[in-house]
């Protein structure tokens, strides 16, 4: 159950058809209280977040920060950790939840559809208890117009967005869906995605406007924030690799990755299956331009950062 204002988006208990799902995405990228929050949000200045060699990750002096890549979710106690955060998300999407009961967050970056259904179960299995009174505040930040949309206006004069293309609309079209399917209560608070995540270049290319995350856990705040490589750990490596494997290991079909564990407060990075598949890929990997790793590795060339091909190139 989706609400805005503490309002039902959909009145009764009937699933929703897929046009009515495009109708509600519509209606909440409209929501005047969605787009004072997107405007107030695309404002903030950008937190850039760093871990200097001097503090280290158990400094009392640095906050404790947990770090999401790409496919990955994490569950975290501000009773002991201070930060959550996630970056380098283009057609990503990512996803907040904070249940305002026990004050635990969980976080993902979600990078494709077909892990919504199960990794929103997987994010909610530690923050909520089966008790269906509990109400969760949502963020949900990410992806851009990749494709060009269109609206279709109805015979009341209404208007919905058409065109399903590209990465991004397809995964927040999946993450409204599943969303407004389950039972628990899912305060939306921000809705910064599609086009007011996008800006545009002379030519008319689109690129996201922020890429990027964190959130206090003191308070649940959100701002738009960048990591360097001193926060993007542990095992900045092999996490990214992870994101490739898993395509080829089934024991993570459909699911996000795990990565830290809440109750023991540490960073487990769950293994994965390394095929002769994975090993073909790298070795072809070694012998592409900086422009043909974009276009294979990229599902928004234009959009990445400066760092994008250095990154790659360092896991192979």
Same mark, same amino acid.
């Given at each position: 159950m989706i609400l805005v204002d503490d309002v039902p988006v959909v009145p009764g208990s009937d699933p929703p058809s897929p046009s009515q799902v495009l109708e509600i995405l519509a209606a909440l990228t409209d929501n005047p209280t969605l787009l004072s929050a997107s405007h107030s949000?695309?404002?903030?200045?950008?937190?850039?977040?760093?871990?200097?060699?001097?503090?280290?990750?158990?400094?009392i002096t640095q906050p404790k920060c947990v770090y999401v890549f790409q496919r990955e979710y994490a569950i975290v106690d501000p009773a002991l950790v201070d930060v959550v955060g996630t970056d380098e998300a283009t057609t990503c999407v990512g996803l907040?939840?904070?249940?305002?009961?026990n004050g635990k967050i969980s976080i993902a970056h979600l990078d494709s559809p077909a892990i919504v259904?199960?990794?929103l179960a997987q994010m909610l299995s530690q923050i909520f208890y089966h008790d269906l009174q509990d109400e969760m505040d949502v963020h949900v930040i990410g992806g851009f117009?990749? @494709? +060009?949309?269109?609206?279709?206006?109805?015979?009341?004069?209404?208007?919905?967005?058409g065109k399903v293309g590209g990465y991004s609309l397809p995964l927040c079209i999946k993450l409204i869906e599943t969303l407004l399917r389950?039972?628990?209560?899912?305060?939306?608070?921000?809705?910064?995605?599609?086009?007011?995540?996008?800006?545009?270049?002379a030519d008319g290319r689109a690129y996201p406007i922020i890429t990027g995350f964190l959130v206090e856990t003191s308070n649940g705040s959100v701002s738009p924030a960048c990591f360097d490589r001193t926060s993007r750990c542990p095992d900045e490596v092999v996490r990214r690799i992870r994101i490739t494997a898993c395509s080829d290991d089934p024991t993570w079909r459909g699911k996000l990755l795990e990565t830290y564990h809440t109750q023991d407060d540490k960073f487990i990075i769950a293994?994965?299956?390394?095929?002769?598949?994975?090993?073909?890929? @790298? +070795?072809t990997l070694q012998c592409l331009s900086d422009s043909e790793i974009l276009d294979q590795c990229s599902t928004s060339p234009y959009a990445e950062g400066p760092d994008f091909v250095d990154n790659i190139r360092s896991l192979y």
């Amino acid at each position: 159950m989706i609400l805005v204002d503490d309002v039902p988006v959909v009145p009764g208990s009937d699933p929703p058809s897929p046009s009515q799902v495009l109708e509600i995405l519509a209606a909440l990228t409209d929501n005047p209280t969605l787009l004072s929050a997107s405007h107030s949000f695309r404002n903030t200045p950008e937190k850039r977040f760093s871990i200097s060699e001097e503090s280290g990750l158990g400094s009392i002096t640095q906050p404790k920060c947990v770090y999401v890549f790409q496919r990955e979710y994490a569950i975290v106690d501000p009773a002991l950790v201070d930060v959550v955060g996630t970056d380098e998300a283009t057609t990503c999407v990512g996803l907040v939840i904070r249940n305002r009961s026990n004050g635990k967050i969980s976080i993902a970056h979600l990078d494709s559809p077909a892990i919504v259904e199960m990794g929103l179960a997987q994010m909610l299995s530690q923050i909520f208890y089966h008790d269906l009174q509990d109400e969760m505040d949502v963020h949900v930040i990410g992806g851009f117009e990749d @494709a +060009s949309l269109k609206r279709i206006n109805h015979s009341d004069g209404s208007e919905i967005h058409g065109k399903v293309g590209g990465y991004s609309l397809p995964l927040c079209i999946k993450l409204i869906e599943t969303l407004l399917r389950r039972q628990e209560k899912f305060h939306i608070q921000t809705f910064f995605v599609l086009g007011h995540n996008t800006r545009r270049d002379a030519d008319g290319r689109a690129y996201p406007i922020i890429t990027g995350f964190l959130v206090e856990t003191s308070n649940g705040s959100v701002s738009p924030a960048c990591f360097d490589r001193t926060s993007r750990c542990p095992d900045e490596v092999v996490r990214r690799i992870r994101i490739t494997a898993c395509s080829d290991d089934p024991t993570w079909r459909g699911k996000l990755l795990e990565t830290y564990h809440t109750q023991d407060d540490k960073f487990i990075i769950a293994p994965c299956y390394w095929s002769w598949g994975q090993f073909y890929y @790298a +070795s072809t990997l070694q012998c592409l331009s900086d422009s043909e790793i974009l276009d294979q590795c990229s599902t928004s060339p234009y959009a990445e950062g400066p760092d994008f091909v250095d990154n790659i190139r360092s896991l192979y």
